[in-house]
T-cell receptor, first 114, second 109 residues
């Protein structure tokens, strides 16, 4: 019963470094999302995907990139890390079925950029 | 514009007291609303959705279209209810959720 799995759980980056946050789900969900969670700001949508090969920007996409080569995987890439990207990142997925309501979340990845 | 507003960042109550976590929304269509909860060191999980009209862990939430609200209520708070609560609105065809800023509920013994 893995659900949504994110790696790494914690990471410290220096300004200008790049890295990829991995996300995989084993529920055959079409829709996948990346959110960032900042204190007092709630969750903001970074990017989302409605299926393999299809991605789109959310509210706060600047500084990030995504790809969706398979249904299972939805990695988030930070190309030039900045202190403003210090946050907790959550990957989530949901079925495309009409009326679906429950978004399944990963455990989160805490990223610090120094 | 689609928006979810949770006016309280922190709500502190004593065990056994009633709880009401406020949520207001802005949405032009027919809204679908949810409450998600994040307990300490756990992942976000669905608490309840307005369509199901269930009571989960003693919590209920009624959609009030006239007041554009979806407040979460519980008559008697328990210490294990302490968590971060997020109200969320589903908008559009992509099942995207728009989250409020969250309310931290702290239940004191």
């Amino acid at each position: 019963n893995a659900g949504v799995t994110q790696t790494p759980k914690f990471r410290i980056l220096k300004i200008g470094q790049s890295m990829t946050l991995q996300c995989t789900q084993d529920m055959n969900h079409n829709y996948m999302y990346w959110y960032r969670q900042d204190p007092g700001m709630g969750l903001k949508l970074i990017y989302y995907s409605v299926g393999a090969g299809i991605t789109d920007k959310g509210e706060v996409p600047n500084g990030y990139n995504v790809s969706r080569s398979t249904t299972e995987d939805f990695p988030l890439r930070l190309e030039l890390a900045a202190p403003s990207q210090t946050s907790v990142y959550f990957c989530a997925s949901i079925t495309a079925r009409e009326g679906a309501g429950e978004l399944f979340f990963g455990e989160g990845s805490r990223l610090t950029v120094l | 514009a689609q928006r979810v507003t949770q006016p309280e960042k922190l709500l502190s109550v004593f065990k056994g007291a009633p709880v009401e976590l406020k949520c207001n929304y802005s949405y032009s269509g027919s809204p679908e609303l949810f409450w998600y909860v994040q307990y300490s060191r756990q992942r976000l999980q669905l608490l309840l959705r307005h369509i199901s009209r269930e009571s989960i862990k003693g919590f209920t939430a009624d959609l009030n279209k006239g007041e554009t609200s979806f407040h979460l209520k519980k008559p008697f708070a328990q210490e294990e209810d302490s968590a971060m609560y997020y109200c969320a609105l589903k908008g559009g065809a992509t099942n995207k959720l728009i989250f409020g800023t969250g309310t931290l509920l702290a239940v004191q013994p």
